[in-house]
């Protein structure tokens, strides 16, 4: 029983370097969503997908790109690092969320920047 | 702006009950969700509230107000394994969900 599953769970950067953080589903949800969680503040959402090829801004997009490519698939990209960007990021999916299907977050991935 | 409010923490005894307050304000209303994380894990799904009035699941129990702005989550017979950060959800008019900080719980013996 995967339903959502991050890679890597760990990763320390240099800044100026990129990477991609990977996300998939089980689930064959439509919705997917990448946020990120810093110490004191609620998750913001970075980027989201309302369905396969599709991707939209959420309220903090700037420094990062995304990707889905696959319905069960949604990518987040670090292009070039910053120590701002040091944080937790979670990858979550859901059915839809014009009613009361909840979304499911994977374990996180941990982003150190230095 | 849209803002969600909890307390940063509580802590309370095994085995007592213990009431997490959150208030909102956001553009629209569409539900209020909330989670359950532990510390170095994802959050997982406790409950939703559409309506005015209580939902009961269990020990957990979730109340809502939407003319005041207000939910609270409720935990019974608290365990030691309920010690943990409870995320207030509010999803808005766009159907996003905007999350308050979190609460920490802190139960002792």
């Known amino acids: 029983n995967a339903g959502v599953t991050q890679t890597p769970k760990f990763r320390v950067l240099k800044t100026g370097q990129s990477m991609t953080l990977l996300c998939a589903q089980d689930?064959?949800?439509?919705?997917m969503y990448w946020y990120r969680q810093d110490p004191g503040m609620g998750l913001r959402l970075i980027h989201y997908?309302?369905?396969?090829?599709?991707?939209a801004k959420g309220e903090v997009p700037d420094g990062y790109n995304v990707s889905r490519l696959k319905k069960q698939n949604f990518l987040l990209g670090l292009e070039s690092a910053a120590p701002s960007q040091t944080s937790v990021y979670f990858c979550?999916?859901?059915?839809?969320?014009?009613?009361?299907?909840?979304?499911?977050f994977g374990d996180g991935t941990r982003l150190s920047i230095l | 702006g849209q803002n969600i409010d909890q307390p940063t923490e509580m802590t309370a005894t095994e085995g007592a009950i213990v009431q997490i307050n959150c208030t909102y304000q956001?553009?629209?209303?569409?539900?209020l969700f909330w989670y359950q994380q532990h510390a170095g894990e994802a959050p997982t799904f406790l409950s939703y509230?559409?309506l005015d009035g209580l939902e009961e699941k269990g020990r957990f129990s979730s109340f809502l107000s939407r003319s005041k702005g207000y939910s609270y989550l409720l935990l019974k017979e608290l365990q030691m394994k309920d010690s943990a950060s409870y995320l207030c959800?509010?999803?808005?008019?766009?159907?996003?969900?905007?999350w308050g900080a979190g609460t920490k719980l802190i139960i002792k013996p």
């Open positions: 979550a999916s859901s059915k839809n969320p014009d009613s009361n299907q909840p979304q499911h």
């Open positions: 689930m064959n949800h439509e919705y």
């Open positions: 997908s309302v369905g396969e090829g599709t991707t």
């Open positions: 956001t553009s629209g209303f569409n539900g």
């Open positions: 509230n559409v």
């Open positions: 959800a509010v999803m808005d008019s766009n159907y996003q969900l905007i």
